[in-house]
């Protein structure tokens, strides 16, 4: 910046001095000091003690992608530095555990909520006891309690974006064996840009 204004100055005065504006004596000749010394002392020392110094501070938001079940990774769809929007899939972990716990579960259900019928019909002919459509009831609740847990199991087997962003630094792998609740994948995000997952 100092050596554009000092080029600026020295080709106004060379304009002046060619045009006959301004006569070249000594003042004009020790005139480019004299600036050069007032661009400094005015402009330039006073700039350095105002300028920001030291460590800079980037900001950025990270977000962890920690998957809530635990499995063998099947597939990663998501590229590396791929913009992805809220809900893209970033991986998937093998569904068929639970799966498999959906379905009996499921069972288990309809056979309780079969006893369940029979006790009532029972207690309402006066051949069975309170307790026993009590107990039943309480089963067919905690099962569908069960199965509730079970499906959002399933359910998050397939990792999803959080928000919007960039994919940055997959190193996610298909046949790798996650734990759930694991530190391993992590995606990071700014959202300024919307830089989205490093799956690590």
Not at 20 to 48: A, D, H, Q, R, T
Not at 146 to 159: P, S
Request: hydrophobic share 50%.
């Amino acid at each position: 910046m100092m050596i554009a204004l000092m080029a600026v100055y020295l080709v106004l005065l060379f304009v002046l001095v060619r045009f006959g504006i301004v006569s070249f004596n000594l003042f004009w000749k020790c005139s480019p000091f004299i600036v050069l010394l007032l661009l400094n002392i005015l402009l330039f020392i006073p700039m350095g003690w105002g300028a920001p110094q030291g460590s800079a501070l980037v900001v950025r938001n990270a977000v962890s992608i920690i998957p809530n079940v635990a499995g063998e990774v099947i597939d990663v769809p998501v590229e590396g530095n791929a913009a992805l929007k809220t809900g893209d899939v970033l991986f998937r972990i093998d569904p068929v555990p639970y799966e498999a716990q959906v379905r009996a579960i499921e069972a288990q259900l309809k056979l309780s909520a079969t006893r369940l019928a029979q006790m009532t019909q029972l207690f309402e002919r006066d051949s069975g006891r309170g307790f026993d459509v009590e107990q039943r009831q309480s089963e067919v609740d905690q099962l569908k309690a069960q199965l509730e847990g079970a499906k959002w199991n399933l359910d998050k087997t397939v990792v999803r974006a959080p928000a919007d962003g960039y994919a940055t630094n997959v190193a996610l792998r298909k046949g790798r064996f996650i734990p759930a609740r694991s530190r391993r994948s992590c995606r990071r995000s700014r959202p300024a840009k919307r830089r989205l997952p490093g799956l690590q």
